[in-house]
């Protein structure tokens, strides 16, 4: 921690946390200054009383720190975070009511693609809106250094909840947590703790077991070509990097009852949901490159398991590979519950710095920046608005994600429940130049074929489900 002049103020600041870097990192090598920018809206069908719905925002300000985040640049460039005490920023309002709303979304686009000023300037903006339809709400974009998925619906439902107390009465919201706690609990994990020491042992040894094997959600055409050029018959990852990083978003939306087959399946055998997406993915990568037995995944870890975590805002988000080896005769709960397993080591070791091991594994494996063994990411959101709380009113309302126009990674699948049913969207942000929507569809579509054959009859090897998907 360093004390800093800001505006004639002396501050507290502090260094970025291990889950900034990785987004600090990418805004160094991305000329695109957009990239961290996350573009969501929340619209309630409702006659909404803007005045209120302003100051609730206030409010939330004030008890949501991470909203309140600021950067700074010290003379050797190294990045500070601290924070203003109050937010005096006017709330814009839009009336989009006479537009199409397609329309409408598309501006709410064209407004997520503008970057933020970096340093000592407000990291969000928040507009209030009108639909049409007599939907009603706000658009929020926030950069990703300050606010990861979890808290923004945190903070958007204390917006809704501080609202809904002003105008019908309802319960007031618990305070929220201290972000500046949760960050100096994370910064003293990184100073050489006992903690830190033991997950680094664990994922040496994870590392220098083998290597790897890439495997391309669009088959073996990138590494048979990458082989040809390197003339490396036996390279096993690949070059995932791109010249234009011009990304876009599709989304899938699997019907309620399919969606409460696969979650009652989940709850009848206590397997997570997102290790059952990730045996799919898993199984899908396997069927698109010649049945491959060792398949990775990057896996997005929320790490929020405590109150403090849960109800401080941040960005806490690490990623790791999750690597599974299957045999086909293993059946499709075995390989679940090996799935499970691989998870739940993850899990306990990964507030380890996702950059430090990134840079172990390509030192041990002599791998250039850019290359890797994983084609996708995945992150599992399981909780909507409504099951966060129970202060909102049963109202139909509707949620949006904007993309930002760009995207670090070839492909990244986000697996969210909707707001209206309960049912799962598979929202896939994926970069232009590594796949088309027809190709997303494609994925999406051999996905829940191989969901739907394991849960049907988990006694199946994966062997068979490979053949008949």
């Known amino acids: 921690m360093k004390e800093f002049e800001v505006n004639g103020v002396k501050l507290q600041c502090y260094p970025l946390t291990a889950a900034q870097r990785i987004h600090n990192y990418s805004t160094m090598h991305c000329p695109y200054h957009q990239l961290l920018n996350i573009g969501t809206g929340l619209y309630i069908k409702l006659d909404v009383d803007f005045s209120v719905l302003k100051e609730s925002i206030y409010e939330a300000y004030q008890r949501f720190e991470s909203m309140r985040l600021r950067f700074l640049k010290d003379s050797d460039d190294t990045v500070y975070q601290y924070l203003v005490p109050f937010e005096e920023r006017d709330i814009e309002f839009y009336d989009f009511s006479h537009w199409?709303?397609?329309?409408?979304?598309?501006?709410?686009?064209?407004?997520?693609?503008?970057?933020?000023?970096?340093?000592?300037?407000?990291?969000?903006?928040?507009?209030?809106?009108?639909?049409?339809?007599?939907?009603?709400?706000?658009?929020?974009?926030?950069?990703?250094?300050?606010?990861?998925?979890?808290?923004?619906?945190?903070?958007?439902?204390?917006?809704?909840?501080?609202?809904?107390?002003?105008?019908?009465?309802?319960?007031?919201?618990?305070?929220?947590?201290?972000?500046?706690?949760?960050?100096?609990?994370?910064?003293?994990?990184?100073?050489?703790?006992?903690?830190?020491?033991?997950?680094?042992?664990?994922?040496?040894?994870?590392?220098?077991?083998?290597?790897?094997?890439?495997?391309?959600?669009?088959?073996?055409?990138?590494?048979?070509?990458?082989?040809?050029?390197?003339?490396?018959?036996?390279?096993?990852?690949?070059?995932?990097?791109?010249?234009?990083?011009?990304?876009?978003?599709?989304?899938?939306?699997?019907?309620?009852?399919?969606?409460?087959?696969?979650?009652?399946?989940?709850?009848?055998?206590?397997?997570?949901?997102?290790?059952?997406?990730?045996?799919?993915?898993?199984?899908?990568?396997?069927?698109?490159?010649?049945?491959?037995?060792?398949?990775s995944i990057k896996s997005c870890v929320a790490r929020r398991g405590t109150l403090l975590e849960k109800r401080s805002g941040g960005t806490r988000i690490h990623f790791f590979p999750l690597r599974t080896i299957m045999e086909p005769e293993m059946t499709f709960m075995e390989g679940l519950r090996m799935m499970q397993e691989k998870q739940n080591k993850l899990f306990r070791h990964a507030n380890f710095d996702s950059i430090a091991h990134t840079y172990l594994r390509n030192r041990y494996w002599k791998l250039q920046p850019g290359n890797s063994y994983e084609s996708i990411s995945l992150t599992y959101q399981p909780l909507t608005l409504k099951e966060y709380s129970g202060n909102i009113p049963d109202i139909p309302y509707k949620s949006m994600w904007y993309t930002n126009g760009v995207a670090a990674q070839p492909l990244y699948l986000t697996v969210m429940h909707r707001v209206e049913d309960g049912g799962l969207n598979f929202n896939f942000e994926y970069r232009k130049d590594a796949v088309t929507n027809y190709e997303m569809e494609y994925l999406y579509y051999y996905l829940c074929r191989v969901l739907f054959r394991g849960i049907e009859n988990s006694s199946r090897t994966i062997g068979e489900i490979l053949d008949i998907i």
Not at 113 to 122: E, L, N, Q, Y
Not at 173 to 197: C, N, R, V
Not at 209 to 234: V, W
């Open 100 to 295: 199409k709303e397609e329309d409408a979304h598309d501006e709410m686009r064209r407004w997520t693609a503008v970057p933020f000023k970096r340093f000592h300037s407000p990291m969000n903006r928040i507009v209030m809106i009108k639909l049409p339809d007599n939907y009603n709400g706000m658009y929020m974009k926030i950069d990703h250094m300050t606010m990861d998925s979890s808290s923004i619906i945190a903070f958007t439902r204390d917006v809704l909840e501080i609202y809904c107390a002003k105008q019908y009465d309802t319960e007031y919201p618990k305070p929220m947590q201290s972000y500046i706690e949760a960050l100096e609990k994370d910064l003293a994990y990184e100073a050489g703790s006992p903690a830190q020491k033991k997950d680094a042992e664990y994922w040496k040894n994870e590392i220098e077991q083998s290597e790897p094997m890439y495997t391309d959600f669009n088959g073996m055409g990138r590494i048979i070509t990458q082989r040809r050029e390197n003339n490396n018959p036996n390279q096993r990852y690949a070059k995932v990097t791109s010249i234009s990083p011009e990304a876009s978003i599709s989304v899938f939306q699997l019907e309620k009852e399919p969606s409460e087959s696969l979650m009652k399946f989940c709850e009848e055998n206590r397997v997570p949901m997102v290790c059952l997406l990730l045996m799919g993915l898993r199984t899908v990568l396997s069927k698109f490159n010649d049945n491959e037995k060792d398949v």
